[in-house]
């Protein structure tokens, strides 16, 4: 019944940009939170950034002050831009969505994005 679908996923070079988004469609109601986890190649998957829908953030140590998240309610979509990358951000970002959906019945479930590759080279 939800779809997340992540896009902005590519390659960059060191100290470059990209910006990510994640749509969520289906019988949504309301958002409680989204956020963006990413998963290197035998690597555990972490989290890098959340926001809730009061707007409250949390990031990563890792990537304070270069990743911002932020959300657009309406479209149901979330947003990670992220700012100076670094090679050690390479990784593959799930998009991540606590909701509360209308079908079949009303409810509050967690949903996972298929993931989109970010590379950056130094």
């Known amino acids: 019944q939800v779809q997340l679908v992540e896009s902005g996923g590519g390659l960059v070079q060191a100290g470059g940009s990209l910006r990510l988004s994640c749509a969520a469609s289906g019988s949504i109601a309301s958002i409680n939170a989204m956020g963006w986890y990413r998963q290197a190649p035998g690597k555990q998957r972490d989290l890098v950034a959340s926001i809730t829908s009061g707007g409250g953030t949390d990031y990563a140590d890792s990537v304070k002050g270069r990743f911002t998240i932020s959300r657009d309610n309406a479209k149901n979509t979330v947003y990670l831009q992220m700012n100076s990358l670094k090679p050690e951000d390479t990784a593959v970002y799930y998009c991540?969505?606590?909701?509360?959906?209308?079908?079949?019945?009303?409810?509050?479930?967690?949903?996972w994005g298929q993931g989109t590759q970010v590379t950056v080279s130094s």
């Open positions: 991540n969505a606590d909701l509360i959906v209308v079908l079949p019945t009303l409810r509050r479930n967690h949903y």
